[in-house]
């Protein structure tokens, strides 16, 4: 049964930084690219960061530079570094890959 369960999220000021996570099971972790993905209210769930499983990164570009994506495989584990926090990011953040979506946490960026 495969499990993606996200933690980290929470209510932050604008500059701030937040570290999301992601607890996998279920599926061999190690193989797969994990994926972050977010949807804020009234608009489409897009792609924010992923790595693959070589460790190979990807970012969108509106996160370039702010965010970090990294990964344990021993703990199977996804990360999500937040840094720098602009209101426009405040969305649901999602773990997956991409046959499974975690329940998703919640970023609000206000002051």
């Known amino acids: 049964q495969v499990q993606l369960v996200e933690s980290g999220g929470g209510w932050v000021q604008p500059g701030g930084s937040l570290r999301l996570s992601c607890a996998a099971s279920?599926?061999?972790?190690?193989?797969?690219?994990m994926t972050w993905d977010r949807q804020a209210p009234g608009k489409e769930r897009e792609l924010v960061a992923y790595?693959?499983?070589?460790?190979?990164?990807y970012y969108t570009e509106s996160v370039e530079g702010r965010f970090t994506i990294s990964r344990d495989n021993e703990k199977k584990t996804v990360y999500l570094q937040m840094n720098s926090l602009k209101p426009e990011d405040t969305a649901v953040y999602y773990c997956t890959n991409r046959l499974y979506w975690g329940q998703g946490t919640q970023v609000n960026v206000s002051s």
């Open positions: 279920g599926f061999t972790f190690s193989a797969q690219t």
């Open positions: 790595i693959t499983s070589g460790g190979s990164t």
